[in-house]
């Protein structure tokens, strides 16, 4: 998305000298996101950090999967109607309680891009053109975090001020900051199960098979799993997914009835 003159206003001087505290240059920040899950979650090393409820793109407009980095951050962005037929009658809007961007945009992949929303009401479900979208309060977070890791020379009081100005500024990264859009149905965490609705229609199995898949790849046998019960636990997950403890669906003769274990969320 190209950006008219204008709107675009250099971040040339806003601190250089890091403040005492900041992160050394190879700290290992790193961006992970499940789709079908409605997450987002930011890592330092092996360490979960802070996670975030996002918006993804709906089924007719998908959010890409794959790895990627984020190159800028870029701050009161204006909105430009890209070329596509949903936003031909779209008319460019300044940065405002209104712009779609939200407070500011994280860039990681041309014409797609992590950003603030004034639609809280869409966060946690499939709504956007592509975009992940954010609460705005965690869209901020989100970009001080990249650019205290990405940025290292700006000062902790020119993250302050970028967060409090209302002029368009875009920072590019000194250090990019690797991020993974994935797409798993099915999460092993905490000794948990979750299931996910399958919103892009990905999934070529079942859902008893997916999660006899995802539990596979944590070294759970198979034969150790009580089927029927995974399929009564997940059969309908809602719109924000299903979770079961691991003793749920393993075999046991002082198991509980699924029914009393599924978690709804």
């Given amino acids: 998305m190209r950006f008219p003159l204008f709107a675009m206003v250099a971040l040339v001087a806003l601190g250089s000298a890091p403040s005492r505290g900041r992160p050394p240059r190879d700290s290992p920040l790193r961006i992970d996101v499940n789709i079908p899950a409605f997450r987002l979650d930011v890592y330092l090393g092996d360490s979960l950090a802070r996670t975030m409820p996002i918006a993804a793109g709906m089924p007719s407009f998908k959010s890409p999967r794959g790895a990627f980095t984020i190159t800028s951050v870029e701050w009161n962005p204006w909105w430009i109607p890209p070329a596509s037929s949903w936003a031909a009658k779209e008319k460019r809007t300044p940065p405002g309680p209104r712009n779609p961007m939200g407070r500011v945009k994280i860039n990681f992949r041309p014409m797609y891009f ?62 990019p900051i690797p991020i993974t859009l994935r797409y ?82």
């Fill in 114 to 175: 992590l950003h603030g929303t004034p639609l809280d009401a869409s966060i946690g479900s499939a709504a956007s053109h592509g975009c992940i979208r954010l609460h705005n309060a965690d869209a901020i977070a989100l970009a001080q975090l990249v650019l205290r890791y990405g940025a290292p020379r700006l000062s902790e009081d020119a993250l302050a001020r970028l967060a409090a100005d209302t002029t368009t500024r875009r920072v590019d990264l000194e250090l």
């Fill in 184 to 265: 798993d149905r099915v999460e092993v965490r905490n000794d948990s199960v979750f299931v996910y609705r399958d919103i892009y229609a990905l999934s070529a199995g079942s859902i008893a098979g997916d999660v006899m898949q995802a539990l596979a790849e944590h070294e759970i046998d198979p034969m150790s799993v009580d089927s029927a019960r995974v399929r009564t636990l997940f059969r309908n997950p809602p719109r924000r997914g299903a979770a079961a403890p691991l003793s749920a669906i393993i075999k046991s003769r002082d198991a509980k009835p699924a029914s009393s274990l599924l978690e709804r969320r």
